[in-house]
């Protein structure tokens, strides 16, 4: 056992501790805390297989962009009710057999596959600037856009939240 | 790199009018505050440049930019289809109640029907999974807004939270597959994933099949089919009814060509190749042929329960798609063309349809089937444009609905599909039955109480004109349009 | 070294855990985590095979996906608190979802 394998089982139990939490925890607060681990942990994942730059936009853009958007949602649908909200889970057992029967099916194909591999693929090199220079290049269309796909959130967003004026 | 750009840019110009005009709404909604036709003008004008600039790509065949998007004759056909059914939106917009009645949020509303109309276009080319993607997302996010556009009526925002949650389930499940697939075969164009596929022979299977599948349902979800379809009725029932019928054409037709550019680029023989790996260890049509069936049977069973007109037309727009997907089995040049015919008559009958429907609506302030008794005595030329395209909608002659079903039919006897013939011309004689009870209403019933009488304008009539003389036109004269659907489908790869 | 195949496990069981959420729970918000949930299963996968492929396509799928769930997730909240503005609740059971 190695450092790299034991963080792995680390993260790995944090991940899926925090992120059955989030599914099956009563308390709303809890959930967004919890899922707010399950994201930390997916960064130290990336971290891990040495892809950086995602890890670090993971940080800013996940735990601190999404996770606070879910936040707010969560304080502005309780403010009138309480904090502590309480929420049924119904139809568990059923829902938690179907899933871990496609789970096991999907785990199966994912033993049985012989993936195309490349041998010490893997460098400590920086990856920010091959992905800046794709974002530019290959990839140009679909980064215009995505900036026309937030565009578009940004006004639907606000046209379907903001309060209508009584004129 | 920029003269590259640049020159990608000349074949890209119907998108780029569309992303400046989504701007130019934005812009002049901001500017010119209470005269919310400003902007609704420029709209209009920037989907007609769309679709002409769209129209003259014709014949081209190229990729563009790194292989994202193409520029062939099958995604120019769906632009103009998407384009002309956004157009006869923004027109029938103008009559709605719906959305005049938040006049404040008209130049969003526009620019929200640009901004889908940009997501379609991609759809319609979208050579790489990425594209794809953000294509879906970018027509969804559009419309999840939309068909919650009149937030004071209470099932419409529902309507747009079911869209919403739904759509981000089905997108996840397809982003996993896409991501299966890339590590299968380490690429995200199609071409890309074909050639992969072709060098590695059928080494992974099991996991080749639930990448696609994860995939497909993607698709399924945007076409509605079964079992995708839950959101539709409620969506449809909920959203402003201009909004439903640009749903029921547009977002369908766009989703129809997504499926059919992957399931052929992936999954078809191509490039000399003889049977692809996808197709050889899976029967693709069969399952297709089982979800058409699905598809076609429920959006029919259920629509002759309905007593609201608008969510009997939902139905009736799941049991199209059914249709259709009967025609998308037989994997051929043939079918792939079939659907193309059938769009550009469900075009016209059905958006003619939900016009009707919200005139009437505009006038007695009710969509429920009961309303329209002796509606054909009221308003002579509403019930008989309505017993027209009802007429066209169940597949009977003279009309252009006749001319669609046709050619899906003709397609699958060629193909020796004979059983799936057989369930689709049952579910036609099931589709009679409801059709004709509207019609029934129409000319044998007497109206409850003293109704509110139907009056069009010239210009209502007009428009009414635009939907029912190609409706009637396109059920005698269709050559032109079948040789135009056979070209868009000839340099696609099939045979 | 862990091999492909455990990150491959882990983001699997992960998509499943969300999709348990997206089934079971009744609050909208809570389902929005879980799409979460899947969503960064799907990111965990590209970027293990980005990683073991040597092949940055897959990284760069990553950040499409981040935008994808912000986009969705701002509509989505907008959403919930029109309808929570007039219903008080955001619970899913009073929203009917799965009739048809």
Known sequence: ???????????????????IVVVFSRNIVRAAFALMITLLSIAAFYVLMMADFVGIVQLLLYVGGILVLILF???????????????GAIQTIPAVIVTSTIGGILAGAIWSTAWPMREAARSVAATAPVIGEMFLTTYLLPFEVASVLLLVALVGAALIARRERKS | MVESVLQNLTYFVPETALVVTFCAVLLADVIFKGRPRIPWTIGLLGLIVAGVTAFQQTGLNR????????????AVFFKVIVAATAILIYLMSLWSDEVKASARRMGEYAALLVSATLGMFLMAGATNLLMIVLALELTGLSSYVLSGYTKEASDSSEASLKYILFGAVSTGIMLYGISLLYGLTGATDLIGIRLALEGQAMTHTPMLLISSIMILAGFGYK????????????????????????????SKAAGFALMIRFLVSTATPSLGVDVMAVVQTFEWPKLIAIMSVLTMTLGNIVAIWQNNLKRLLAYSSIAHAGTMLMAVTVFSQNGVAAVLIYFVVYLFMNLGAFYLVMLVAGATGSEDIDSYKGLGHRAPLVGVSLVIFLISLTGLPPTAGFIGKLYVFSALLDAQWIWLAIVGALNSVISLYYYVRVIRNMYLRDPDSAPAPVVLTGAQTVLLMVFLVP????????????DWAHASVALFGIR | MVPLSHYLFLSAVLFMTGAVGVLTRRNAIIVFMSIELMLNSVNLTLVAFSSFLGNVTGQMLVFFVMTVAAAEAAVGLAIIIAIYRRKQTVNLDEINLLKW
């Open chain 1, 1 to 19: 056992m190695d450092l790299y394998t034991i963080s792995f089982y680390m993260f790995a139990v944090l991940l899926l501790g925090s992120a």
């Open chain 1, 73 to 87: 949602g969560v304080m502005l649908t309780n403010r009138q009710i309480s904090v502590d909200i309480r929420e």
């Open chain 2, 223 to 250: 076409i509605s089919a079964v079992p995708f379809h839950f959101w539709t009725p409620d969506v449809y029932e909920g959203a402003p009814i201009t909004v439903t019928a640009f749903l029921s054409v547009a």
């Open chain 2, 471 to 482: 409706t009637l036109v396109l059920g005698v004269y269709f050559a032109p349009l079948v």
């Open chain 2, 63 to 74: 990729p563009v930019f790194d292989l994202m998007i193409v520029v062939d004759p099958f």
